[in-house]
């Protein structure tokens, strides 16, 4: 298999600006004493993301009357399991593992 050089440039770059993005942040902030309140606030931005996805997944306006939500009852059925593994287990592997073998089951029942 040939690898054209400037695809593989290509590809070190992309990946460089995907990374920065990612790690910045942390390097920057790492030595950094947060105030109490400023900590605080930043353990709800997970939460929120989580919540803001599934809520865009899970409820979507119906195509024909926009104004009206439809409910995507399969996204509720992989949520609840995954949820209830996140609190009792407090474990992301765990968490993460439920819902795919949630998502997979559903889709392949309905």
Known sequence: MKVDLNILLIILCCAIVTF????????????????????????YIPVCLLTAL??????QPIE?????????????????PTLLTALISKSLLLTVLVG????????FIF
């Open 100 to 107: 795919i073998v949630t998502a997979a089951l559903v889709r």
């Open 54 to 59: 599934i809520v865009q997944k899970a409820i």
């Open 20 to 43: 920065i993005p990612r790690i910045l942040p942390f390097v920057a902030i790492r030595k950094l004493k947060l105030p109490a309140p400023v900590v605080k606030w930043l353990t």
């Open 64 to 80: 024909s009357f926009p104004a009206l939500p439809a409910i995507d009852w399969a996204y509720i059925i992989i949520t609840i």
